[in-house]
């Protein structure tokens, strides 16, 4: 004789049995107490919890990893920054105090937004910094005249070509000097080597610096006087078409 006919619901749990014998449907995540959920640091923000589950239903992991940290990070002091800034300092009291930080203030509040409505972030360029390299470019003398007025006497002589290449030549002369003198024997190949090695040195330490947070010293100075040198020779020029002198 057929049994009575088996009701299943959807969820497996079969409706043809009374109620205190009905087993609740069993999460396929589950795998009894204590699973990774229970100690899961994202618990409670969890939609999908279950404290009986073996494997995150999320990541898949077992336990699944942690949030991220929220805690700030320490704020130390950058070395590097803070010496910049007393160089700066130093340099702009060479000049004489405030007007660097005035011609900065004008630039940076003559136009405080761009076409957009967005403030502009002036501090990017670093005005005074700036300011103050084109001051050591165009106005102190070194031999007799300035870095910038250099880099236009060797353009007006020479054109680019000596401008780059003469300085460069005389690094790869005394370089190659030196070395051919290091292979010679004697008292003067260890001269040589001595003086060839106190150059490398000299060499490293200086593109170190160049690459470190104050290499602006000596690399801006020297871009703002070549950028300088060839207004000049441009405005020299200029003036020569129009004034015939």
Known sequence: MPGPHKTTSPDGTDQSEPWWLRKEPQDPLAGGTGGCCSGCPVRTGCGVANDAADKCAVTGHQPPPPPPPTDPAPIGWDVTEVASRGVESAISGLFGF??????????????????????????????????????????????????????????????????????????????????????????????????????TAVSRALWKFARSGLGWILTRPAIWAAVCGVLIVSWDAIVHTLTGA
Do not use: H
Not at 126 to 139: E, F, H, V
């Open 98 to 199: 405030g007007w660097a930080d005035m011609a900065a203030l004008v630039i940076e509040r003559t136009n405080r937004f761009d076409a957009d409505g967005n403030p502009v972030d002036w501090g990017r360029l670093q005005i005074k910094r700036n300011l103050l390299c084109i001051g050591l470019a165009t106005l102190v003398p070194i031999d007799g005249t300035t870095p910038a007025r250099w880099v236009a006497n060797a353009l007006s002589a020479g054109g680019v070509a000596y401008a780059v290449f003469a300085p460069a030549g005389v690094v790869l002369c005394v370089a190659g000097s030196l070395w051919l003198g290091s292979c010679a024997g004697g008292l003067l190949g260890d001269l040589c080597r001595l003086c060839l090695s106190v150059a």
